[in-house]
């Protein structure tokens, strides 16, 4: 059974920066494209960013594009995501997850870690 621990999240002032991380254990992670979800209060969860297996390739959503960077250390079998110049539009649960098609989730979810950006 696949565990994800989502870490990394906070309270952070427009302009600032933080790293998240996810923790997966219970998988061939190193085979899986995965990607970082958020959902933000009376929204549907999406797919921000998202990283092949191997890392060759990187997919971010409009609104993240130049600002976020999504890594994976499969030697760890952690991803990460660098999240720079962030606004109050950025404030969400994080979630990661492996990624099918269409960009659907693989895994049963994690419990997030909460990301809030004050004017």
């Known amino acids: 059974q696949v565990q994800l621990v989502e870490s990394g999240g906070g309270l952070v002032q427009a302009g600032g920066s933080l790293r998240l991380s996810c923790a997966v254990s219970?998988?061939?992670?190193?085979?899986?494209?995965v990607g970082w979800y958020r959902q933000a209060p009376g929204k549907e969860r999406e797919l921000v960013a998202r990283i092949s297996s191997g890392g060759t390739n990187t997919n971010y959503e409009n609104a993240v594009k130049g600002r976020f960077t999504i890594s994976r250390d499969d030697a760890g079998n952690t991803v990460y995501l660098q999240m720079n110049s962030l606004n109050p539009e950025d404030t969400a649960v994080y979630y990661c997850?492996?990624?099918?098609?269409?960009?659907?989730?693989?895994?049963?979810w994690g419990q997030g870690t909460q990301v809030t950006v004050s004017p």
């Open positions: 997850n492996a990624v099918g098609n269409g960009a659907y989730p693989l895994w049963a």
């Open positions: 219970g998988s061939t992670f190193s085979f899986r494209a």
